[in-house]
Nanobody
Framework: QVQLVESGGGLVQAGGSLRLSCAPSGRTFSSFAMGWFRQAPGKEREFVAAISWSGGRTDYADSVKGRFSVSRGDAKNTVYLQMNSLTPEDTAVYLC????????????????WGQGTQVTVSS
């Protein structure tokens, strides 16, 4: 069974930082574009950040530009999301995503989803 497993979520105060990780099991995703989406209660799932399979191209939602950074591990199979200057508006479940072709910027682009990790930012 193919899975994407997120870790690193938690509770942090406003202005703080967290680093999320996403590692696959069941297959390798080194040739997949990967990304992060988030979903807050009562809201639609939204794009956060994504990275090409090589790591050479990244894309970010306007709301996180300059605060969040997406990267891949040396083996290209793991993806990270470094989140700085967090605000309560960043509170959501963060989901890892993978897709065969283009960088995923819409939920409909995504072929594989993780289960998600909760990020809660207190004011």
């Amino acid at each position: 069974q193919v899975q994407l497993v997120e870790s690193g979520g938690g509770l942090v105060q406003a202005g703080g930082s967290l680093r999320l990780s996403c590692a696959p099991s069941g297959r390798t995703f080194s040739s997949f574009a990967m990304g992060w989406f988030r979903q807050a209660p009562g809201k639609e799932r939204e794009f956060v950040a994504a990275i090409s399979w090589s790591g050479g191209r990244t894309d970010y939602a306007d709301s996180v530009k300059g605060r969040f950074s997406v990267s891949r591990g040396d083996a290209k199979n793991t993806v990270y999301l470094q989140m700085n200057s967090l605000t309560p508006e960043d509170t959501a479940v963060y989901l890892c995503a993978a897709t065969v072709s283009k960088i995923p910027t819409k939920p409909s682009d995504v072929g594989y989803w993780g289960q998600g990790t909760q990020v809660t930012v207190s004011s």
